[in-house]
């Protein structure tokens, strides 16, 4: 387990790293508001505009805008503030309204909305007990929550005798993520809302599956007429596989937040996460063995960089081999490899590496070959076809919170040694970067995205930014008139 005061690579989940909690950074604007006549204040002041103009900015930019931060920002803490400011009612007074207000009550039929990684209910299925995430009261029986899911294929298939999933996680507590935006859909009395959980653990293959399915159902059901999907993160990768089956199933496409690839989640496969003060929940293991985990690592190979002469270290990282050789993972590192043979080790960094597993290297490492395969196989086969007419899409970002794009390392010996102390931001949502946008980065021809708007939410409450998503729906709508 990496050392309190490590800086870690982490997904911003709603209670998840308890140690980054109170270091969140004010918003950009308000650091620079008053600093005008200093000027690289004016500089990053300028890069700023090009960014709400959605405009690319450089890397030299990039360095710019971010020079002085030096930790990620807690976007959970961002939720809990905006949870707690009043809202107007904004079903009232309806021709005061603007039009992207005002779709809210003039959008009928079909609306599913499907949540991320980690955004849907777990419960188990004796208790029927929340096992994710679970109530605070569940106190020392927290211990006994088991999200391991096994290396075979089949594991997949027989969760669903353990583990069942039970709706959209809404909110944590006071942390609102999507029941605000609910709830004003479902004050609407023409539209029909669909709460769409799903065990967002599984390979993302089977998660898009079950979507469709679920989409035929709606189908078949209200008349043949195609459903609108408004998706958070991972979701809007589930969401866009699943409408690659049929897209005369689909409405149209609200993108939230949706990250392809994902920096952030070498952390979670490397360490481990806290959540909800445990560390037991979210281990290294536990997040290895979520086949979903993988569709964030990045195909190019581009995450860490020399920290001292700027040098990208590319990695291969759907090659198995490499997840040995710089110790991505603990369960299939080449520490664990020279542990099983005997050997001794000697420096600190190699004894304070967890020891105890589930499976055995062999096994482990056999999964992760099966897993990378099948990841690649997925990626394929949502790529971008210009003879296929897709449904109209819209995308929510955010580009005004620093995000991880690279890991800044002492060489290789840094990566292996786990080091990762340092980090290069790039403009996003805390956990999407802006760049990588999805499905932006599928090379989608002009006209298929016809909206994309900015949020100055954190990743967890992109979905509460009634607004944002408001001008998404309505350009969906717009497009189809």
């Known amino acids: 387990q990496a050392p309190p005061s490590r800086k870690i690579f982490s997904f911003s989940m709603p209670f998840g790293s308890p140690a980054t909690i109170g270091t969140r950074l004010q918003s950009l604007r308000a650091r620079l508001k008053g600093e005008f006549e200093d000027s690289a204040t004016l500089q990053r002041e300028s890069i700023r505009n090009k960014l709400s103009r959605q405009d690319s900015i450089t890397t030299v930019e990039e360095e710019i805008l971010f020079k002085d931060v030096n930790k990620l920002p807690d976007v959970k803490i961002s939720a809990l503030v905006k949870a707690f400011i009043p809202k107007p009612t904004i079903l009232s007074q309806s021709e005061l309204k603007p039009p992207h207000l005002r779709i809210y009550e003039e959008l009928s039929g079909d609306v599913i909305i499907v949540g991320g990684w980690r955004g849907s209910i777990l419960r188990d299925v004796k208790t029927k007990r929340r096992v994710w995430i679970p109530v605070l009261k569940a106190g020392l029986n927290i211990k006994k929550i088991d999200l391991l899911l096994g290396p075979k294929d089949e594991d997949e298939i027989n969760t669903t005798e353990k583990i069942y999933p039970d709706g959209i996680l809404s909110h944590i507590g006071p942390v609102d993520i999507s029941r605000k935006l609910m709830k004003l859909l479902e004050s609407n009395p023409n539209i029909t809302l669909h709460n769409f959980g799903y065990d967002w653990r599984l390979s993302l293959d089977i998660s898009s599956k079950t979507l469709f399915k679920k989409l035929q159902d709606?189908?078949?059901?209200?008349?043949?007429?195609?459903?609108?999907?408004?998706?958070?993160?991972?979701?809007?990768?589930?969401?866009?596989?699943?409408?690659?089956?049929?897209?005369?199933?689909?409405?149209?496409?609200?993108?939230?937040?949706?990250?392809?690839?994902?920096?952030?989640?070498?952390?979670?496969?490397?360490?481990?996460?806290?959540?909800?003060?445990?560390?037991?929940?979210?281990?290294s293991e536990v997040n290895f063995m979520m086949r979903s985990s993988f569709i964030f690592v990045p195909r190019s190979g581009e995450l860490f960089k020399d920290k001292k002469t700027g040098e990208l270290i590319n990695i291969d990282f759907f090659d198995p081999k490499n997840w040995v050789t710089y110790n991505l993972s603990p369960i299939v590192s080449s520490i664990r490899l020279r542990q099983e043979r005997g050997e001794i080790l000697t420096e600190q960094w190699q004894l304070n590496q967890p020891s105890k597993f589930a499976i055995s290297f062999d096994e482990a490492y056999d999964y992760l070959s099966r897993t990378l395969k099948r990841t690649l196989k997925f990626m394929d086969s949502i790529k971008y076809d210009p003879n296929v007419k897709l449904p109209p899409l819209a995308i929510v970002f955010g580009n005004t919170v620093p995000s991880v794009r690279y890991s800044l390392v002492s060489g290789k010996k840094g990566i292996i040694e786990g080091d990762y102390y340092n980090f290069f931001y790039s403009p996003g949502d805390g956990v999407a970067l802006h760049k990588y946008i999805f499905p932006e980065v599928l090379g989608l021809d002009d006209g298929v995205v016809v909206g994309k708007f900015n949020s100055s939410n954190g990743h967890v409450a992109l979905l509460s930014d009634i607004e944002s998503i408001g001008r998404a729906l309505l350009s969906i709508v717009n497009e189809e008139e």
């Open 218 to 283: 709606i189908y078949s059901k209200n008349g043949n007429k195609p459903i609108m999907i408004i998706a958070h993160s991972m979701g809007g990768i589930v969401s866009h596989s699943a409408m690659l089956q049929d897209p005369s199933l689909v409405r149209g496409i609200v993108y939230a937040g949706t990250p392809m690839p994902c920096p952030n989640v070498l952390g979670p496969l490397r360490y481990t996460d806290n959540i909800l003060l445990s560390k037991d929940i979210l281990t």
